[in-house]
T-cell receptor, first 114, second 113 residues
Framework: AQSVAQPEDQVNVAEGNPLTVKCTYS??????LFWYVQYPNRGLQFLLK??????LVKGSYGFEAEFNKSQTSFHLKKPSALVSDSALYFC????????????FGAGTILRVKS | DAEITQSPRHKITETGRQVTLACHQT?????MFWYRQDLGHGLRLIHY???????NKGEVSDGYSVSRSNTEDLPLTLESAASSQTSVYFC????????????FGQGTRLTVV
């Protein structure tokens, strides 16, 4: 079965500094990878996806993600963090073997301090 | 604008009662999903549907059922609510295809007492 892992429960970063939220994946075949963000008491919002092509994917709110096939990683990045980026972030992979559902990681809390 | 809405946003029910959570989308998406979110588990799939009259079990389907009588709605029913089903429930929809993202509702916080 396809899976993703988010090794950090929480990431702390100072405002203005670059941020990275890590994700590694395990799939058979081509990976279809997604990042979502969840603000308190809200649903998940789509940030970006990797399907094929360029390894650097640009998404909403200045976020980008780097796909690395050799390291089976899909880390979320932003050059300069904002306090308003503080939220819960989920990495997900499309499970081609199980009804094309999205399989989510456990989530990483991002805290940006001013 | 197209959207996906869930109701109610909050629900408290008693053990053993039947509960139905509503999900309505105006995206005209064929695919619809129900997830539950619990601390430490991320989101886990309960049921999903690829179209009218189609329903499939997810990884945590025991005690839950869904029906799909039209494109817009996928109600989730807890047949006999249990305390273990206290959770936040999210409905999502997407177009067909492996490269499509899913759009999520705002969630329903269900407490079973």
């Amino acid at each position: 079965a396809q899976s993703v892992a988010q090794p950090e429960d929480q990431v702390n970063v100072a405002e203005g500094n670059p941020l990275t939220v890590k994700c590694t994946y395990s799939v058979s075949g081509n990976p279809y990878l997604f990042w979502y963000v969840q603000y308190p008491n809200r649903g998940l919002q789509f940030l970006l996806k990797y399907i094929t092509g360029d390894n650097l994917v640009k998404g909403s709110y200045g976020f980008e993600a780097e796909f690395n096939k050799s390291q089976t990683s899909f880390h979320l990045k932003k050059p300069s963090a904002l306090v308003s980026d503080s939220a819960l972030y989920f990495c997900a992979v499309r499970d081609m073997e199980y009804g094309n559902k999205l399989v989510f990681g456990a989530g990483t809390i991002l805290r940006v301090k001013s | 604008d197209a959207e996906i809405t869930q109701s109610p946003r909050h629900k408290i029910t008693e053990t053993g009662r039947q509960v139905t959570l509503a999900c309505h989308q105006t995206w005209n998406h064929n695919n619809m999903f129900w997830y539950r979110q619990d601390l430490g588990h991320g989101l886990r799939l309960i049921h999903y549907s690829y179209g009218v009259q189609d329903t499939n079990k997810g990884e945590v389907s025991d005690g839950y059922s869904v029906s799909r009588s039209n494109t817009e709605d996928l109600p989730l029913t807890l047949e006999s609510a249990a305390s273990s089903q206290t959770s936040v429930y999210f409905c999502a929809s997407s177009e067909r295809g492996v490269n499509t993202e899913a759009f999520f509702g705002q969630g329903t916080r269900l407490t079973v007492v």
